[in-house]
């Protein structure tokens, strides 16, 4: 008998040496994997600032509610109990419950008010499930920049496509063995991975400026009934972007903020505004003067076209500065077959046509450049008013950012600095920058640029008691098969900077389709709206302040419409020196 | 030098009147031997070790699972206050969002205009500073 308990005892010994010393970490293991549980730690997603720390997009705690329609008895029952929680129709919950799945999405992105709100129902079947939700605070007006993130916080537009990777951070792991309530058991808790919060990013856009800019723009679109509208404000010294505002133009006068950077996506024939690569480089290779005359006619022909000015005129003595202020088509054209068409295309590449900008924005176009081996026998007389090439409105400003700074191609920048989660600020390298023109040059083309605006065909972008230089262009559509111009169709576009002898800020307008068909009188009454703001807005004082005071009128001639946007901040005029916007050292 | 021995008559006069035999019915009495003394004491010792291993292995086993009570109660108390984190969390990026919103431009403008009667300005003076010496 007892040899028979002894035997029992030593096979249940040998089986528990089996259990706990040769199979133990195997049962271990089945045992873990029975309770164990994998969480995933999320990464906030970085804040996207302006260029004052004011929040343009942030992340927010958001829940998704989804139900498995095999746990659901009664789906109308429980629609009827869910719908006016989540704010969906119950019919359209009932179907949802009553689909033969294991998973259906009830209602995304609700607040953690409302998950609650469900969960205290205690439907079976109907689960909250965390999750994260951009927001973008100031509503639209920055959407085309700032971009859009989907709802699993994948990017999809926008900086927030272009920087994802230093914005998303890296999610963390932890593992966690759980009761069967749910419960965390003691000491079971461990990070396998750790989370890391993604990176801000502190743009050079001034939220302010940008409101204003976009008023104004949506104001003239809705007026004019453009099809599109955009604007960009610069510091012509750094290159930073202040504002670059979208808009779309509806039906019957309306106009939205657009979700499309139309600024760096849609390329356009720049027009007369593309005479300033003639001019700057006639003068730079001392083939002009600002007072070299030229004999203009009414038309001129050119490989067999003929090319006339925009306004019938007799045959005229004008100097270079007068060709270029009355904008005249056939002046340029002149100026242009001196220069020659191979020194004409290598000044259109060397002002950065053709080639990215270096701003690097999803989407963006570097234009449409035809090379010289390509060009027509016309393209001499069509090229230098700017008909035969493509821009983007950034690489437009770009070239009139090179007149304003005393030369320089400088890489225009929308991010200013990286944002560590723990506050500290990583300057974004400047890139340097490449001399297109001498300072006397631009200097030369600066002051003739000012008659533009003083007696040419800009005078609608006059500031009052600032000097302003700029340029207009009104260009021909090209026709959606490749072939000759939509008729009726132009861009309208102002491009210009101020104070004019010290810049230190830099504008362009462009609008598609107005009404009023002319750079002029489209696009310049924007620019002069808009870059009031801006000089106001940066403290920049007049050009005619001197010792004592100096009064400015608040309204700018043939503005659209006063914007209301002259409300926000009274400016703190500089004493004596201009400021830039980034700080740095104007003109 | 030795004394001399004593004479039997001086031996029972030294015993009386003291001296008694002893009954015959008294167990009789030993001297016990030290190490039988040692090994008792030891025994004594070593149920006492015993009962001390006891009462601790016992109170050991009473604070192994008190400790464990206590973790657990803990662990309860941990999961709520992530919860409470999770929440002021919450509830302090909803606060965020609102002030964003509060203090965005055009909500600025709206009340400026609509509420407080403000109006654009129809005209700005700068001030420019005047060199010394330059006024009368």
């Keep these: 008998m007892l040899g028979i308990i002894a035997a029992v005892f030593l096979l249940l010994a040998l089986r528990l040496v089996q259990v706990q010393v040769l199979n133990g970490g195997r049962y271990a293991a089945y045992g873990q994997a029975e309770t164990a549980s994998s969480i995933t730690l999320p990464a906030l997603r970085g804040t996207i600032y302006d260029r004052s720390g004011n929040v343009l997009a942030m992340s927010v705690a958001r829940e998704t509610i989804v139900g498995d329609p095999h746990q659901v008895a009664d789906p109308r029952g429980e629609a009827a109990r869910l719908a006016p929680v989540v704010g969906v129709a119950a019919s359209q919950l009932e179907k949802l419950l009553s689909e033969n799945a294991g998973f259906v999405y009830l209602a995304q992105q609700v607040t953690p008010q409302v998950a609650d709100a469900v969960a205290k129902l205690k439907l079976p079947g109907i689960t909250e499930k965390a999750t994260e939700g951009r927001v973008d605070p100031p509503g639209s007006l920055d959407q085309a920049i700032v971009g859009s993130v989907g709802i699993d916080s994948q990017p999809l537009s926008g900086l927030e496509y272009q920087d994802n990777k230093l914005l998303a951070g890296s999610t963390g792991e932890e593992v966690v063995n759980l009761a069967p309530g749910g419960i965390v058991l003691p000491g079971s808790r461990r990070v396998s991975r750790l989370a890391h919060a993604g990176d801000g990013l502190l743009l050079t856009i001034d939220d302010t400026l940008q409101y204003q800019t976009m008023q104004a723009l949506q104001a003239q679109v809705a007026s004019s009934g453009a099809t599109y509208g955009t604007a960009i404000i610069m510091d012509p010294n750094t290159g930073a972007i202040l504002a670059m505002a979208n808009v779309a133009g509806g039906a019957n006068g309306t106009a939205r903020p657009a979700t499309e950077n139309y600024a760096v996506t849609r390329v356009f024939e720049p027009g007369s505004v593309f005479k300033i690569v003639t001019f700057g480089t006639a003068l730079q290779d001392g083939l002009i003067t600002p007072t070299t005359t030229f004999s203009v006619p009414n038309q001129y022909n050119v490989g067999g076209a003929l090319f006339h000015d925009a306004e019938t005129h007799p045959t005229e003595q004008l100097t270079a500065t007068q060709i270029i202020a009355q904008s005249s088509n056939i002046g340029t054209i002149k100026i242009a077959q001196m220069l020659g068409k191979g020194r004409l295309a290598a000044a259109i590449s060397n002002f950065g046509f053709g080639e990215p900008t270096g701003l690097g924005f999803p989407g963006e176009s570097w234009g449409i450049v035809r090379p010289v081996w390509n060009w027509s026998a016309t393209a001499i007389g069509s090229t230098p008013i700017g008909q035969d090439d493509a821009v983007t409105a950034l690489q437009a400003l770009d070239m009139m950012n090179c007149v304003a700074n005393g030369g320089y191609m400088i890489r225009p920048s929308l991010v200013q600095s990286v944002v560590a989660p723990d506050g500290t600020k990583h300057a974004v390298a400047a890139s340097p920058r490449r001399r297109i023109l001498s300072t006397t040059t631009a200097r030369t083309l600066a002051t003739m640029l000012e008659q533009v605006v003083k007696v040419g065909t800009g005078v609608n972008a006059v500031v009052p008691g600032y000097t302003v230089a700029g340029k207009t262009g009104t260009a021909n559509i090209p026709n959606h098969n490749g072939t000759g111009y939509a008729p009726g169709a132009f861009m309208a576009t102002f491009a210009g900077f101020a104070p004019a002898q010290h810049p230190a800020l830099s504008a362009i307008v462009v609008l598609d389709r107005p009404r009023q068909i002319y750079g002029g009188a489209a696009s310049a009454p924007v620019f002069a709206t808009i870059m009031q703001d801006a000089l106001q807005r940066f403290g920049i004082p007049p050009s005619s302040a001197g010792a004592g005071s100096t009064t400015v009128n608040g309204v700018t001639p043939a503005a659209p419409s006063a914007p209301s946007s002259q409300l926000t901040r009274q400016p703190s005029p500089a004493s004596g020196a201009h400021r830039s916007p980034a700080g740095g050292a104007g003109g | ?136």
Excluded: D, K
Aim: charged share 15%.
């Design chain 2, 1 to 136: 030098m030795t004394p001399p021995p004593a004479s039997p008559a001086t031996r029972n006069a030294q015993r009386s009147p003291a001296y008694r035999p002893q009954h015959p019915s008294r167990p009789p009495l030993r001297v016990v031997p030290r190490r039988e003394l040692t090994q008792e004491g030891e025994r004594r010792r070593c149920r006492l070790l015993l009962g001390a291993a006891a009462l601790i292995f016992a109170s050991t086993m009473f604070a192994e699972v008190g400790a464990h009570a206590m973790v657990a109660q803990e662990q309860f108390r941990l999961v709520q206050l992530q919860g409470q984190l999770s929440s002021a969390q919450t509830t302090r990026q909803q606060l965020q969002q609102s002030v964003v919103e509060l203090s965005s431009p055009g909500r600025i403008v709206h009340v400026a205009e609509t509420q407080l009667g403000m109006t654009p300005p129809q005209q700005i003076t700068y001030l420019s500073p005047v060199p010394l010496g330059s006024h009368p």
